[in-house]
């Protein structure tokens, strides 16, 4: 039977009935019915009845959809793509949204450290800011005794997404880099890169922008939609997106065109790491945080579409290039690529580009915008891919519209050439000499960042408030400069004896600190040179300061004294007899003596004995020879007239005597070798004390360990380079000297490795010949010649030529694997000790070895006085300026005097300021010190600074003495100490003959305190051969002092410098009457007598009116003094210094230069610098 096709319909009931004749029959296959096999269709279902089933039961019903409900899903469906659509070009659903979720993002700043803030992960936009290296920028602050004092905390919500990976939302920098300021907030330093950007929408050349939009996002400034999201641009995204999953599909490797948008790809070079998209997860990451931060203005995201351009534009990435750094921008990519004058370019693009050149400025814009894709081969290797790529984008920019015909024709002639930019630009502002003060704070913070590349502290966003005077700063940088023009060293009184003489002064460094001392630190406030060189004269050269060394000396001295008075003082009578002091030791014994000396109820302080040690006397006769630093030197006085007198230690120091002073330092190195605790020197009195040997035994172990700690400390940590170069610099270098050393410190190198060493470190290349190298090779080979023996002939401590040696081959080795490796060495260095026999070849080795650790002591006092290197020359030549020192080292010694003792730090730096206005955002300022180092006793301090005042009144340094005036007429005390170096390299031959004599530099320095609060030092340094043609001596920066006080008054005493300006201004004033006085007089009487006179009186005021730097006039009294001061260069002569010449009562104001200086008041400490912040 076949089947039968019926089309019924649904019956109001739910049952299936025939349809009506006169309806019109619509096909429902759904619901067609299909007899099972051998059923009759009538059984199926009769006209109008209702079918059963053969078992009786009633068919199953089925269910039939209703066209409406198809209608109804249609219509929706419809609806959505609608809505879909429309959302994607009007985003006003997703501005609802994001802008609701951007409002719950915030932060504020707030005291203290914070708990809720996140820093970013590493990215090329928040490591070059250092946002990502904040945490380790804190921590090395706070080992620096910095403290946070405030710091952002973010909304939980903005924690919440910054958990989730998403990037800070909020207004980020386009121009950001480090600024300085001075401690008033002027402005000191300023970095700021990109260095070309365009402030806003409209300075940007419309072409350009429009030329952007064409390559990138052409719908991005589409008005139509002010809520548009910029983040995404649907069509070209689904277009990305599908032409990546067929290439995953089909398995092509091929590049396609990304679907980015401005916005993402501003979040991508920011943000990803390596400014990379490396996964989809990275790309919708970009694209979230791209939406939140277009939406944080609110719905309307017209003008963030327009902040989006000019980001791009003055952001993009564009490689690097060497001499610059990184580039980013096309403002500084047309700098540097280009060399292109932004100005000039801009001015281009804006008139109608019709010109050649103009149209080559447009190509070089549109080839960085193409070159950003792939910057580093685009503007290298691949320049003609760039040119092909630039011509086909000129193509197609004219075939839409954007550019005309012309431009394009114009454009396409020209030829693109990548790397024919300047790099940097050379403007007379950027010179080493104007750059000094900011220098030394970038150095300075450099190095508590603990990053050494100013270029990565220069990038940083962060503001600091320095402890400068800018204002001083750059008066001082100036008059230094100045002084480098013999007109202008003439006239500040800086020629003649004693100063420059024939010397060229453009050839002579002048260098000056002065800090101020404050309650919890000592404050930097000028540091400047006129070397126009990256080099810092005062911190970062090591010099031959010559007699300032002779302060240096006296501390130590009259720290001994304090010592004495310590272990003496408490003893009775009865208890002094039995003190047993060896002869030499004539330190020790003088202590003993003074308290013996005293009558019952003497006082027994410190104060008087302190004075009573000024007054011990010397010899200055140069006719002693002296054993010191390994053979016999004789020295000498630089004025003859001390050679036959005996001089206190205080006269010594006015007069700069050389010959005291070596002999005091002989007594302070005995000290050290026979009086304290278990010096080696006691050991050696008795040859035949049976305990002899174990004493030795005990000494070399205890001994031997101390001192290899010392050492191990010096050089743990350093390259094997490094550790040489700092071992060389112990010594002065001779052929034998260096060989006993190198074959130490690597005694595995070859014979011809060994030559190369001797004749690289000394002066005179060649200056051994091939066979004596070879002698010297085998001669102090370790297996020839003993530790010791090699440590005595190099003039260096053994156990340090060990250390040296031991970590070149064992840098990682900690002190405890250091310690059980010497043992040998440490019983090896001492074991002469224990032979008898030739004891008077042995003594005069234990005494050079023991001098060499009496220095050891003494440069431990001089590191607490600021001392700036490891090691002293052991010689008693070191308390003439042996050993170098540094100006800005001396400063901080005479800080350390003026504070009573007390060793306070030099702050450079008050404040940084991270990330101001950003969740980031961390001010940290110096911490509060709970206490200082007492370095040297207050008694000390004080008579130090009395004595270094006599310097000043009546020594080496007179004529600085009125150089600084009060407001109320009061001279200002000065304290000081002078020094000159001349270095030479002499080489004699037999019999003592001088061969040769190389100048090497030659140097004048003054130490010097001004008032209670004020200290500092002046350099004038010479460098080189040209040493030879400069006689000068310590006068010269003593006269550079009076030269720079005018421009120090301002800070010094603000009154009496305001004071001076006003009667400046009336000089002046009276100067300009007078000069039309001569022609009136003239008129009325011709050829009078009186004319002249009458023309003559006002131009008296001249003189006056134009004291020492032209601001010092006639109100301060002492002037003219300093003038006939300054016409002296005897002066500072040290055979003058205990006479003080009777010229100097005849100053025009007897009443002010005779007037003795005015006790000081207690003088206030230097405030904290004012809050920048």
């Given at each position: 039977m076949g089947r039968t096709r019926i089309e019924p319909t649904l019956a109001g009931n739910g049952q299936v009935t025939d349809d009506d004749p006169a309806r019109p029959h619509y096909p429902q296959p759904h619901l067609a019915l299909v007899p099972e096999p051998g059923v009759d269709a009538a059984s199926v279902g009769g006209a109008g009845g209702a079918g059963t089933a053969p078992d009786g039961k009633p068919p199953k019903r089925r269910r039939h959809i209703k066209p409406a409900l198809v209608l109804l899903l249609l219509m929706l469906v419809s609806l959505f793509a609608w809505w879909l659509v429309q959302e994607t070009r009007s985003s006003s659903m997703q501005a609802h949204f994001f802008t609701s979720l951007a409002k719950k993002i915030s932060y504020k700043v707030e005291p203290g450290p914070s708990n809720a803030i996140r820093f970013p992960s590493d990215s090329p936009y928040d490591e070059r800011l250092g946002y990502a290296n904040l945490p380790e920028y804190l921590a090395k602050l706070k080992s620096h005794d910095y403290e946070i004092v405030a710091q952002a905390r973010l909304s939980p919500k903005a924690i919440e997404l910054a958990d989730m990976g998403l990037f800070a939302t909020y207004r980020e920098k386009t121009k950001v880099g480090l600024a300085i300021y001075d401690f008033k907030q002027q402005p000191l330093f300023s970095a700021r890169f990109p260095e070309r950007v365009y402030d806003g929408f409209d300075t940007a050349p419309l072409l350009l922008v429009k030329s952007l939009l064409f390559i990138e996002n052409r719908e991005l400034l589409d008005s139509t939609y002010p809520k548009r999201n910029p983040a995404v641009e649907w069509d070209r995204f689904s277009k990305a997106v599908f032409d990546k999953s067929l290439h995953v599909f089909t398995g092509d490797d091929r590049r396609s065109a990304g679907g980015s948008t401005l916005a993402t790809q501003i979040e991508k070079y920011r943000h990803s790491?390596?400014?990379?998209?490396?996964?989809?997860?990275?790309?919708?990451?970009?694209?979230?945080?791209?939406?939140?931060?277009?939406?944080?203005?609110?719905?309307?995201?017209?003008?963030?579409?327009?902040?989006?351009?000019v980001d791009y534009i003055n952001t993009v990435p564009l490689s690097a290039k060497m001499g610059y750094g990184e580039v980013n921008g096309i403002g500084d990519g047309?700098?540097?690529?280009?060399?292109?004058?932004?100005?000039?370019?801009?001015?281009?693009?804006?008139?109608?580009?019709?010109?050649?050149?103009?149209?080559?400025?447009y190509k070089q814009a549109l080839s960085l915008f193409i070159a950003q894709r792939r910057p580093a081969h685009y503007l290298g290797a691949g320049a003609r891919d760039l040119e092909d790529l630039t011509n086909v984008h000129l193509r197609v920019l004219a075939q839409a519209g954007v550019i005309t015909p012309q431009l394009r024709d114009l454009a396409s002639q020209q030829k693109?050439?990548?790397?024919?930019?300047?790099?940097?630009?050379?403007?007379?502002?950027?010179?080493?000499?104007?750059?000094?003060?900011?220098?030394?704070?970038?150095?300075?913070?450099?190095?508590?960042?603990?990053?050494a590349r100013l270029y990565n502290v220069d990038r940083l966003d962060l503001t600091v408030a320095s402890t400068l005077n800018a204002e001083a700063q750059k008066d001082v940088?100036?008059?230094?400069?100045?002084?480098?023009?013999?007109?202008?060293?003439?006239?500040?009184?800086?020629?003649?004896?004693?100063?420059?003489?024939?010397?060229?002064?453009?050839?002579?460094?002048?260098?000056?600190?002065?800090?101020?001392?404050?309650?919890?630190?000592?404050?930097?406030?000028?540091?400047?040179?006129?070397?126009?060189?990256?080099?810092?004269?005062?911190?970062?050269?090591?010099?031959?300061?010559?007699?300032?060394?002779?302060?240096?000396?006296?501390?130590?001295?009259?720290?001994?004294?304090?010592?004495?008075?310590?272990?003496?003082?408490?003893m009775s009578a009865a208890d002094l007899k039995k003190v047993v002091v060896d002869p030499k030791d004539r330190m020790s014994q003088w202590g003993v003596e003074y308290f013996q000396g005293l009558k019952a109820g003497g006082d027994r302080t410190l104060a008087p004995m302190l004075e009573a040690a000024m007054e011990r006397k010397y010899s200055g006769?140069?006719?002693?020879?002296?054993?010191?630093?390994?053979?016999?030197?004789?020295?000498?006085?630089?004025?003859?007239?001390?050679?036959?007198?005996?001089?206190?230690?205080?006269?010594?120091?006015?007069?700069?005597?050389?010959?005291?002073?070596?002999?005091?330092?002989?007594?302070?190195?005995?000290?050290?070798?026979?009086?304290?605790?278990?010096?080696?020197?006691?050991?050696?009195?008795?040859?035949?004390?049976?305990?002899?040997?174990?004493?030795?035994?005990?000494?070399?172990?205890?001994?031997?360990?101390?001192?290899?700690?010392?050492?191990?400390?010096?050089?743990?940590?350093?390259?094997?380079?490094?550790?040489?170069?700092?071992?060389?610099?112990?010594?002065?270098?001779?052929?034998?000297?260096?060989a006993a050393a190198y074959r130490t410190i690597w005694p595995e190198g070859t014979q011809a490795q060994f030559g190369t060493f001797l004749n690289t470190n000394l002066v005179s290349a060649g200056e051994v010949p091939p066979e004596r190298i070879a002698r010297m090779y085998d001669m102090y080979a370790p297996a020839n010649m003993s530790l010791a023996d090699r440590g005595y002939v190099s003039s260096i401590h053994p156990l340090e030529l060990w250390v040296v040696g031991y970590l070149r081959t064992h840098q990682k080795a900690g002190w405890k694997e250091v310690a059980n490796a010497s043992v040998k060495e440490r019983q090896e260095v001492y074991s002469w000790l224990f032979n008898t026999h030739r004891k008077h070849a042995q003594d005069k080795r234990i005494a050079g070895l023991i001098e060499v650790e009496a220095f050891l002591k003494i440069h431990a006092q001089w590191k607490k006085m600021g001392y700036p290197f490891d090691s002293l020359v052991p010689s008693y030549a070191t308390t003439l300026g042996a050993s170098a020192d540094r100006p800005a080292a001396l400063a901080e010694m005479m800080g350390i005097i003026v504070n009573g003792g007390l060793r306070k730090p030099v702050q450079r730096i008050d404040s940084l300021h991270f990330a101001k206005g950003t969740p980031y955002e961390t001010?940290?300022?110096?911490?509060?010190?709970?206490?200082?180092?007492?370095?040297?006793?207050?008694?000390?301090?004080?008579?130090?600074?009395?004595?270094?005042?006599?310097?000043?009144?009546?020594?080496?340094?007179?004529?600085?003495?009125?150089?600084?005036?009060?407001?109320?007429?009061?001279?200002?005390?000065?304290?000081?100490?002078?020094?000159?170096?001349?270095?030479?390299?002499?080489?004699?031959?037999?019999?003592?003959?001088?061969?040769?004599?190389?100048?090497?530099?030659?140097?004048?320095?003054?130490?010097?305190?001004?008032?209670?609060?004020?200290?500092?030092?002046?350099?004038?340094?010479?460098?080189?051969?040209?040493?030879?043609?400069?006689?000068?001596?310590?006068?010269?920066?003593?006269?550079?002092?009076?030269?720079?006080?005018?421009?120090?008054?301002?800070?010094?005493?603000?009154?009496?410098?305001?004071?001076?300006?006003?009667?400046?201004?009336?000089?002046?004033?009276?100067?300009?009457?007078?000069?039309?006085?001569?022609?009136?007089?003239?008129?009325?009487?011709?050829?009078?007598?009186?004319?002249?006179?009458?023309?003559?009186?006002?131009?008296?005021?001249?003189?006056?009116?134009?004291?020492?730097?032209?601001?010092?006039?006639?109100?301060?009294?002492?002037?003219?003094?300093?003038?006939?001061?300054?016409?002296?260069?005897?002066?500072?002569?040290?055979?003058?210094?205990?006479?003080?010449?009777?010229?100097?009562?005849?100053?025009?104001?007897?009443?002010?230069?005779?007037?003795?200086?005015?006790?000081?008041?207690?003088?206030?400490?230097?405030?904290?610098?004012q809050e920048l912040f």
């Open positions: 790491p390596d400014g990379r998209t490396s996964s989809l997860s990275d790309k919708m990451r970009q694209m979230v945080s791209a939406t939140l931060r277009a939406y944080q203005g609110g719905e309307d995201t017209t003008e963030a579409r327009r902040r989006i351009v047309m700098w540097v690529w280009y060399g292109r004058d932004f100005a000039d370019f801009n001015g281009a693009l804006k008139s109608s580009v019709d010109s050649a050149e103009a149209a080559l400025a693109l050439h990548p790397a024919s930019g300047t790099g940097v630009a050379p403007p007379v502002a950027n010179s080493f000499t104007t750059r000094k003060a900011s220098n030394a704070v970038r150095t300075h913070l450099a190095g508590l960042l603990g990053d940088t100036e008059r230094l400069r100045g002084l480098r023009d013999t007109n202008s060293a003439t006239s500040a009184g800086l020629t003649g004896k004693g100063m420059l003489g024939n010397g060229n002064p453009a050839n002579v460094v002048y260098s000056f600190t002065l800090i101020e001392r404050g309650a919890e630190a000592n404050y930097l406030r000028v540091q400047t040179d006129n070397y126009d060189q990256p080099l810092d004269i005062n911190e970062g050269a090591k010099l031959d300061l010559g007699s300032t060394a002779k302060l240096r000396t006296l501390v130590t001295y009259m720290d001994i004294v304090d010592q004495l008075h310590q272990r003496y003082a408490p006769s140069p006719g002693e020879g002296f054993f010191t630093g390994g053979g016999l030197h004789h020295f000498g006085n630089f004025s003859k007239l001390d050679d036959s007198k005996i001089l206190t230690v205080r006269q010594a120091l006015r007069n700069s005597t050389n010959l005291v002073f070596v002999r005091l330092m002989r007594d302070v190195v005995r000290y050290y070798m026979f009086q304290l605790p278990g010096s080696s020197a006691t050991l050696l009195a008795d040859a035949d004390d049976p305990r002899r040997a174990e004493y030795l035994a005990r000494f070399a172990d205890r001994e031997g360990r101390e001192f290899l700690g010392k050492f191990f400390n010096k050089y743990k940590g350093k390259s094997p380079a490094d550790a040489e170069k700092v071992l060389l610099a112990s010594f002065r270098p001779t052929p034998s000297r260096l001010l940290v300022k110096h911490a509060k010190a709970d206490k200082f180092e007492q370095v040297i006793a207050p008694d000390v301090a004080r008579v130090v600074a009395g004595e270094i005042r006599g310097v000043v009144s009546d020594g080496t340094a007179k004529r600085v003495k009125s150089a600084f005036v009060a407001a109320d007429g009061s001279i200002i005390a000065v304290g000081g100490k002078t020094g000159t170096g001349d270095q030479r390299f002499d080489v004699y031959g037999g019999g003592g003959r001088l061969i040769e004599s190389r100048f090497v530099n030659r140097s004048a320095t003054f130490v010097f305190n001004i008032g209670e609060r004020f200290f500092g030092s002046m350099t004038a340094y010479v460098h080189g051969p040209d040493a030879e043609h400069y006689d000068f001596t310590s006068a010269l920066p003593v006269q550079l002092l009076v030269v720079l006080a005018p421009s120090l008054m301002p800070m010094i005493d603000p009154e009496a410098a305001a004071k001076a300006r006003i009667a400046a201004v009336e000089a002046a004033a009276a100067k300009a009457a007078a000069a039309a006085l001569p022609v009136v007089a003239a008129a009325a009487k011709p050829g009078g007598d009186a004319a002249g006179p009458a023309a003559a009186k006002p131009a008296a005021a001249k003189p006056v009116a134009t004291k020492p730097a032209a601001v010092k006039p006639a109100a301060v009294k002492p002037a003219p003094k300093i003038k006939e001061a300054g016409a002296k260069p005897a002066a500072a002569r040290d055979d003058s210094a205990s006479r003080p010449k009777p010229v100097a009562k005849k100053a025009p104001s007897p009443a002010a230069g005779d007037k003795p200086a005015k006790p000081l008041k207690p003088a206030p400490v230097a405030p904290r610098p």
